[in-house]
């Protein structure tokens, strides 16, 4: 069935330096790819979002990549702030009887540190 | 997402006792979601709906029911038949075939 798996399950960085998170997904025929942001107790937060007509998007220090080939995006944060410390969520929209379903990896807690 | 609330935030749930999640959203949306989160888990869907009087079970509907009489209204109910249902759950919505979903700020749900 749909799958979408995201690695690494944590990751720990100092200020300053780069993260990057990478999640696959299995239904070839997805074509929306959000990134969300979760602090602890709250509501996961979007925070980028790529479809499948491109390979490449950029905000600000936020960037993500998309090989549809390989079935794989990558989430990049450059110059991580301790304020980027949260568990961030993959997601990929497999096009199913024209609803918009999104399958979640399973998050990844990134700590930041001063 | 600040148009979509939820109530309550934390909600205490009886053994054999069934409860009522409330979503409602101010969004215009036509699309709503129900997801539950365990800790340190992702996201898994229990039900979705597209339009007024009609929803869809999602990955993991078994032991939860709900309903859609109005746009803005989506209410969860876990039933006694969910016999594990300390979660934090969570309402999303978004445009039809509009793909971005925007979350409410949850619910808690614990077992007494």
């Known amino acids: 069935g749909e799958n979408v798996e995201q690695h690494p399950s944590t990751l720990s960085v100092q200020e300053g330096d780069s993260a990057v998170i990478k999640c696959t997904y299995s239904d070839s025929a997805s074509n929306y790819f959000p990134w969300y942001k979760q602090e602890l107790g709250k509501r996961p937060q979007l925070i980028i979002d790529?479809?499948?007509?491109?390979g490449e998007k950029k905000d600000q220090r936020i960037a993500v990549t998309l090989n549809k080939t390989a079935k794989h995006f990558s989430l990049h944060i450059t110059e991580t702030q301790p304020e980027d410390s949260a568990v961030y969520f993959c997601?990929?929209?497999?096009?199913?009887?024209?609803?918009?379903?999104?399958?979640f990896g399973a998050g990844t807690r990134l700590a930041v540190h001063p | 997402d600040g148009g979509i609330t939820q109530s309550p935030k934390y909600l205490f749930r009886k053994e054999g006792q069934n409860v009522t999640l409330s979503c409602e959203q101010n969004?215009?949306?036509?699309?709503m979601y129900w997801y539950r989160q365990d800790p340190g888990q992702g996201l898994r869907l229990i039900y979705y709906s597209q339009i007024v009087n009609d929803f869809q079970k999602g990955d993991i509907a078994e032991g939860y029911s709900v309903s859609r009489e109005k746009k803005e209204s989506f209410p969860l109910t876990v039933t006694s038949a969910q016999k594990n249902p300390t979660a934090f759950y969570l309402c999303?919505?978004?445009?039809?075939?509009?793909?971005?979903?925007?979350f409410g700020p949850g619910t808690r749900l614990l077992v007494l």
């Open positions: 997601a990929a929209s497999p096009v199913s009887g024209g609803y918009n379903k999104l399958i």
């Open positions: 969004l215009n949306h036509d699309a």
């Open positions: 999303a919505s978004s445009k039809v075939r509009g793909e971005t979903q925007y």
């Open positions: 790529i479809r499948s007509n491109v």
